[in-house]
């Protein structure tokens, strides 16, 4: 598909009621929206299938759903840094953030370098893209050594005095999603969280006490990876 067909395709399923519904029901403010819901995106994604050269005139097109579509369509091997920190910087809603966090950086070569590097900038969701990034990390890379988690909960440990819901919010999921990844790390987060939950910030205890209420759970969904040791 071309970009002009692509685009066509966007606005005729666009709809500014879904604009409305979007801001009011989860809070996603955006400029130059259409009003397409992800779904649709994502089927639009699958019969285009990735395509670099596509995904960045996309995005080029200053479309909120077509930048969304770039995220869908970039193979998460081929970015650079130049590239991550350029559509970092134009994120104005957790759901373009998590879309790019999760579809993309979190697979991407650059993922551990920059979840640590976004992880004390000072921009909502340039730094909610630290942690959605790790979230998704936690499944992206099966292999990983648990050592490679552990370097993290520092950082999650500092960002837990942050009381912005879009922050908070990520850096509790990223501590879940830890926790969530084998028998050792979910007692290693447990650990941790404790530890958060002792900070004499708001949302530090919130963070605290939502991970434990997951990760305490009997029947916890425990990922086992990596497989060959935890499921050898």
Known sequence: MTIDAIIKELEALGNPEKVAFKQQKFGIISKNALGIYHKDLKEIAKRVGKNNDLAKALFETNIYEARLLCSKLFKPKDVTEDLMEKWLLTFENWEICDSFSMGLFSKSPFAISKIIEWS???????????????????????????????????????????????????VNWALRSIGKRNVDLNQRAIEEAHKIEALAYKSAKWIAKDALRELQQEKVNILDYPRAIYRP
């Not at 790790?134 to 890379?141: H, R, V």
């Open 120 to 170: 004390t900038r000072s921009a909502v969701f340039e730094k909610r893209a630290s942690f959605a990034t790790l979230s998704s990390y936690c499944m992206a890379d099966k292999k990983a050594a648990n050592s490679v988690f552990e370097q993290f909960f520092p950082l999650i440990y500092q960002a837990a005095d942050d009381e912005r819901i879009y922050v908070k919010k990520a």
